[in-house]
DNA sequence: AAGACGAAAGTGGTTGA
DNA sequence: TCAACAACTTTCGTCTT
């Protein structure tokens, strides 16, 4: 990969939301805002403003034109290793006379072995091929991945991973990397898609913004409301009187200290009633993932001291 | 009969000595 | 490390629609 000049970098720097203080770069190989530091993924889809050259017959274009597969942190090699074919062809589909086959024979079994040489290389690959099943399964985007693999690389040069379980780590790093997007999916629905148990998954998370002294924006109620509703299939004006509910205990001091699925479940049972969009409690209480009993105390906190002091 | 209500006892996590 | 504590859960009996 060709390296870019330092003056094309500087003129597109910004700040990286995550750490503050250092520059983010524009990667236009796969179209992304990065954060140099930290690693933090801002975008994707950025503008490739490329070509910056003109082509006027077809010879310039074959010698100006960029080659290679696009930089990710998501393989372990960052995806720049030469790959050899398994068939015994070359490129036209003919078999390869026995000489050549030993050679190619040779020429594969160095390969792995540079490829994935040390240990660390073979725990990156499988981390990482594990990382990307996952973002699947839970239908995380993109960037979530190289975000959680850029983390995962980090922890292990931090010497974070040896001796503990990869498979709670990569999920870590994943959760790690949702939070940091300010991407809502809970404990739960990570160590329900890792199979690591939530604790466990919880235990490696602190671990991990500890150790490697990240900087997680706590989480926004709000969010959490708008998930929520989702889910119950409530929209439009229900949304609307939720999240206004919602601001109004912000105001009072009613939401801090309380967990923000029961702010948020307790929030959509009112304005399900209100706008006569009606939810039970119980449905309310099985989508949020907590029970009727909690619904109903954030409710009689909620009722008792907004609906005097607002009129919604 | 379904849903809402609330008391009482139990659980797991946090905090501070 | 331990106890105190607040938030939350479980369970269950009662009330309301």
Not at 146 to 151: D, G, K, L, M, P
Not at 231 to 247: D, M, P, S, T, Y
Request: proline share 4%; hydrophobic share 35%.
């Amino acid at each position: 990969m060709s390296e870019k000049t330092p003056s094309l970098e500087h003129s597109l720097v910004s700040r990286c939301p995550i750490c503050g203080n250092s520059p983010l770069v524009h990667d236009y190989e796969c179209a992304e805002l990065v954060c140099k530091n930290c690693g933090y993924v801002v975008i994707e889809k950025l503008v490739d403003r490329g070509p910056e050259w003109r082509a006027f017959n077809p010879e310039q274009r074959a010698k100006k034109v960029r080659v290679g597969a696009p930089f990710t942190f998501t393989i372990h090699d960052k995806g720049l290793s030469t790959q050899i074919d398994w068939r015994n062809r070359d490129i036209r589909g003919r078999r390869l006379p026995s000489k050549q086959r030993a050679q190619i024979n040779r020429l594969r079994k160095w390969q792995r072995r540079v490829r994935v040489s040390s240990s660390m290389e073979r725990n990156l690959a499988s981390a990482l091929s594990e990382m990307s099943r996952i973002t699947d399964k839970l239908s995380l985007p993109r960037n979530i991945l190289e975000t959680a693999s850029v983390t995962y690389r980090t922890a292990i040069k931090e010497k974070l991973i040896r001796g503990r379980s990869i498979k709670a780590m990569v999920a870590a790093a994943i959760y790690v990397a949702c939070r940091r997007c300010r991407l809502m999916r809970t404990l739960g629905e990570v160590a329900e898609a890792s199979s690591v148990k939530e604790k466990e998954l919880g235990r490696s998370y602190r671990l991990l913004i500890k150790k490697l002294d990240y900087f997680v924006p706590p989480a926004k109620t709000s969010k959490y409301v708008t998930k929520l509703l989702n889910k119950l299939v409530l929209k439009g004006k229900c949304a609307e009187v939720a999240h206004r509910i919602l601001r109004a205990a912000k105001e009072l001091k009613l939401t801090s200290g309380r967990a923000p699925k029961s702010i948020a479940a307790a929030v959509s049972y009112i304005s399900s009633k209100i706008t006569g969009e009606y939810r039970t409690q119980r449905e309310i209480a099985e989508a949020a993932q907590i029970t009727e009993v909690t619904i109903r105390n954030r409710y009689k906190e909620l009722m008792e001291r907004i609906l005097i002091v607002t009129s919604l």
